[in-house]
C-alpha cells in the first residue's frame, strides 16, 4: 500500500516496532506479488536489477499525495510527517532489503516448483542368502553337507533338539540314484517295532544287519 492519510503515518513511522513490522511486510507481499506476475518470462534475475526495482517501488510508496503536503502546516499531522522525514532513510532500508529478499525467495520458489521431479531409482535388494538351517517346535535341523556318488547321494543331517538329543546328532541320509544294490542301513521308513514306537539311534544299529535291494527312486536309508 502506499502512504496516504494521516492513519498509514502514525502505524507506519520506522521509528516504532510496529511501524517496522508494517514497512516490511509491505515490501515483502509486493516482492511477491511482481514476482507473481512476472515469471517466468519477465522476472529480474541480477541482484542488481532487483535493487534497482526495489528503490523505485519504495518511492512509490512513501510518496505523500498533494492534499497531505498542503497539510504539512496542521499540528495534528505535522508531527508524523516530521518523524516520517526523520526517519524515511532507516524505512527505506528497511523496505528494500526486505523487498530484495523476499523477491529472490520467490523467484527461487517457483524454479523449484517448475523444476521436473526426479523420481527415485529402485534401489537393487541383495539377494537373500539360502539358509541350511531350520528350527521347529524348540529342535534345530541343519544340513551341514551333502555327498554325491555314482550310486547315491548322501544328505548330513544335524539334529539339536535340547532336553531330548544328547547334544548334536548328525544323521546321514542316503537316497539312491542308480540302480545298483548296496548293503545300507535300515530304511529310514521302516524303523519302527511292531508296537508302533519309533526306534532311537541303537536300534536303528541293530537292524542293519539285515539286507534288502535297493533301487534307483527308493526311500532314504540312514547309511551306515
Do not use: C
Not at 511477491?32 to 541480477?46: C, F, H, K, N
Not at 517448475?114 to 538351517?133: D, L
Not at 555314482?150 to 540302480?179: C, F, K, M, Q, R
Not at 535300515?186 to 536303528?204: C, I, L, N, P, Q
Amino acid at each position: 500500500m502506499e502512504l496516504s492519510t494521516e492513519s498509514d503515518l502514525r502505524y507506519y513511522l520506522p521509528d516504532t516496532s510496529n511501524g517496522r513490522s508494517r514497512i516490511m511486510n509491505d515490501a515483502k507481499q509486493k516482492a511477491q506479488s511482481l514476482v507473481q506476475t512476472d515469471y517466468p518470462y519477465a522476472i529480474y534475475r541480477e541482484r542488481q536489477d532487483i535493487s534497482r526495482v526495489a528503490d523505485q517501488t519504495f518511492q512509490k510508496y512513501s510518496t505523500l499525495p498533494d492534499f497531505i503536503k498542503r497539510l504539512e502546516k496542521d499540528g495534528y499531522l505535522h508531527e508524523y510527517l516530521d518523524r516520517w522525514k526523520a526517519n524515511v532513510v532507516e524505512a527505506k532500508r528497511l523496505y528494500t532489503s526486505t523487498f530484495i529478499a523476499s523477491y529472490l525467495e520467490t523467484v527461487a520458489a517457483r524454479d523449484e516448483a517448475a523444476r521436473p521431479k526426479v523420481q527415485p531409482q529402485p534401489q537393487p535388494q541383495p539377494a537373500a542368502t539360502p539358509s541350511n538351517t531350520a528350527t521347529l517346535q524348540g529342535a534345530t535341523f541343519t544340513i551341514r553337507k551333502i555327498e554325491t556318488s555314482a550310486d547315491e547321494i548322501v544328505y548330513y543331517l544335524e539334529i539339536n533338539h535340547p532336553g531330548v538329543t544328547d547334544g548334536v546328532e548328525v544323521l546321514p541320509l542316503a537316497y539312491p540314484i542308480s540302480n545298483s544294490s548296496p548293503l545300507p542301513s535300515a530304511s529310514f521308513s521302516d524303523v519302527a517295532t511292531s508296537s508302533g514306537r519309533v526306534m532311537a539311534s541303537s536300534d536303528a544299529v541293530e537292524a542293519r544287519g539285515s539286507q534288502f535291494s535297493v533301487k534307483k527312486g527308493s526311500k532314504f536309508y540312514i547309511k551306515k
